[in-house]
């Protein structure tokens, strides 16, 4: 069989995935699919995850409306094919389909319901896909929101970066009432490789996502501290990356940021202001349930005082520079640095 689309239940949670043997095949799958449900989808916020995703919708032949508050962010989208708008109402005039790529509930609550929001443009009986990571309590504030006006609404963090978001090979870790993934079916076949069914009301997907963030920043911060140690210790560290990367030391994170310090590229594909957030809700809700997080906490204090350094809106992986700073380390500039 080429394709199959598995389906585990644990509890209340499904989780579904599509496998890797056959992905053209899938990929003239969706782009058929599209056609036929002719679903018109908002994407709001086209930032490197919103492009990603707004752009994979283009390839799977949705009709695409992206809106951003950047006019050179959407004139890079409307040069890759697709129309933009930059008023959330208008981009969601009629939408069925209305995708939140913002960093924060705030800004989500902004975007869906603010003077120009969304949710009241849409098509009635449309849903709203919420990307952002926030607080479960704040996601199931939304969800009530959304559905009085007659919308469906998934609380769906997204994980995977900038590069699989442009490959349409996300995860989301989803959470919402079961017609409602029925109707944007297509539109998660399009933009992920996998999508995780976890239970039937918002909030459940963010807190899988909240646990997510605690590792990926715990990864990161270790990373950051793993490779300026090797530094200290006056080791070649393109080698040290070698040699982790082959052995029981290595974690995705390692293998993903450890490269923008050997190329002193540090560019923003996810930034420590990111962290600083995400870490903070961790922070928050373990306080909250009396529940220890020294390792997560100890994580978080690493990326506020970069971010306090000068670097909350470079690439997370700038933890480095701050220890390197400290430690009076020469880390790698990337070329024509002066």
């Not at 199959?4 to 499904?14: I, L, V």
């Not at 908002?42 to 390839?59: H, I, K, P, Q």
């Not at 209305?98 to 800004?107: E, L, S």
């Not at 603010?114 to 199931?140: I, N, Q, W």
Request: aromatic share 6%; hydrophobic share 45%; with cysteine.
């Amino acid at each position: 069989m080429l394709w199959q689309r598995y389906h585990y239940f644990s509890g209340k949670g499904r989780a579904s995935t599509c496998g890797a043997v056959g992905g053209r095949w899938i990929g003239r799958l969706v782009s058929d699919m599209s056609k036929q449900t002719g679903l018109k989808v908002c994407v709001v916020g086209l930032g490197s995850m919103g492009m990603g995703v707004a752009t994979s919708l283009l390839r799977g032949g949705f009709e695409t409306i992206g809106c951003d508050v950047s006019e050179d962010a959407m004139a890079r989208f409307v040069a890759s094919g697709g129309k933009a708008i930059g008023n959330p109402a208008e981009a969601a005039r009629d939408a069925d389909v209305v995708i939140t790529v913002v960093v924060n509930a705030a800004q989500t609550e902004a975007v869906l319901f603010g003077d120009e929001g969304a949710a009241p443009a849409m098509m009635k009986g449309g849903v709203v896909l919420s990307f952002a990571t926030m607080g479960p309590d704040m996601a199931r504030g939304l969800e009530e929101r959304v559905e009085a006006l007659g919308l469906g609404y998934i609380d769906a963090p997204i994980s995977g970066g900038a590069g699989r978001a442009a490959a349409g090979e996300l995860t989301i870790m989803g959470s919402g009432r079961p017609e409602a993934f029925d109707k944007v079916r297509p539109v998660l076949d399009a933009i992920a490789q996998k999508v995780y069914e976890l239970g039937d009301r918002a909030g459940i997907g963010a807190s899988f996502k909240i646990v997510n963030q605690l590792l990926a920043g715990v990864h990161i911060a270790a990373a950051c501290e793993a490779i300026t140690f090797a530094k200290a210790l006056g080791l070649d560290i393109a080698k040290v990356y070698e040699v982790i990367t082959a052995s029981a030391g290595n974690s995705w994170m390692f293998e993903n940021r450890v490269p923008h310090i050997l190329e002193g590229d540090y560019a923003p594909r996810s930034a420590i202001d990111i962290f600083t957030k995400d870490l903070g809700i961790v922070s928050d809700i373990g306080r909250n349930l009396k529940f220890p997080l020294s390792i997560a906490s100890t994580a978080l204090q690493m990326f506020i005082m970069t971010s306090a350094a000068g670097m909350g809106r470079d690439d997370d992986a700038s933890v480095a520079r701050l220890l390197a700073q400290v430690t009076g380390l020469d880390l790698p500039e990337a070329p024509g640095t002066i």
